[in-house]
């Protein structure tokens, strides 16, 4: 079974925009990632956050990480065509297991 | 082009053959990974190697299922007796071991896409 769930499953927003998706997981975890996904391809690495950081950034990318409501929000700002992918958060449980569980994505489309 | 590279990109094989993939990593990662990954959904672990080592299979690994890494390089996923419910798209990622983390990004390939008639 797969340990997060992304919110919404489906976003649509204007280029210029920003997009907003949730993930919430159901165990403790030692570290949380989310990738991009662009249709059929292979998975990119976006960002990291481990358990004991609330928030990160990169570039026009914000994630949030609160362990107290096992959920975490990735951000983007000023939202470009290219940004069209499906988004996944992936947790990492323990320091020493380093198979992720990721959940089923968030589908983000942005039109021009 | 260093990233991680599979092979083939796409398969297309009769109910009860078998196939194997390829996967070959960035060439410092000693870490390896297979994901499997079907339509609308997240990647699913599948089984990691450190080196040549397979540490850990998960439950989504039937007996059909085989991976290897020789040698701690290129690696190679097998699935005997194909059955329609193995359609999917087979992940391959690589990660380095880092001294000072204990958890890294994973490097992802492009997947191999396969189709169970």
């Known amino acids: 079974s797969q340990q997060g769930e992304e919110d919404p499953q489906a976003l649509s927003i204007q280029e210029g925009e920003n997009a907003t998706m949730n993930c919430s997981y159901k165990?403790?975890?030692?570290?949380l990632q989310w990738y991009r996904q662009n249709s059929g391809r292979g998975l990119v690495h976006l960002i990291l956050i481990r358990s004991n950081e609330r928030e990160k950034h990169s570039g026009r990318l914000r994630v949030t990480l609160d362990t107290s409501k096992k959920s975490s929000s990735l951000l983007i700002t000023a939202s470009r065509a290219a940004d069209t992918a499906s988004y996944f958060c992936a947790t990492g449980l323990r320091s020493n297991d380093y198979k992720l569980s990721f959940g089923a994505g968030t589908t983000v489309t942005v039109r021009a | 082009d260093t990233g991680v590279s599979q092979n083939p990109r796409h398969k297309i094989t009769k109910r009860g053959q078998n196939v194997t993939f390829r996967c070959d990593p960035i060439s410092e990662h000693n870490r390896l990974y297979w994901y499997r990954q079907t339509l609308g959904q997240g990647p699913e672990f599948l089984t990691y190697?450190?080196?040549?080592?397979?540490?850990?299979k998960s439950r989504l690994l039937s007996d059909r299922f085989s991976a290897e890494r020789p040698k701690g390089s290129f690696s190679t996923l097998e699935i005997q007796r194909t059955e329609q419910g193995d359609s999917a798209m087979y992940l391959c990622?690589?990660?380095?071991?880092?001294?000072?983390?204990?958890?890294?990004?994973?490097?992802f390939g492009p997947g191999t896409r396969l189709t169970v008639l």
């Open positions: 990622a690589s990660s380095p071991t880092e001294y000072w983390s204990s958890y890294n990004e994973q490097f």
């Open positions: 165990t403790s975890i030692n570290n």
């Open positions: 190697f450190q080196n040549e080592a397979q540490l850990e």
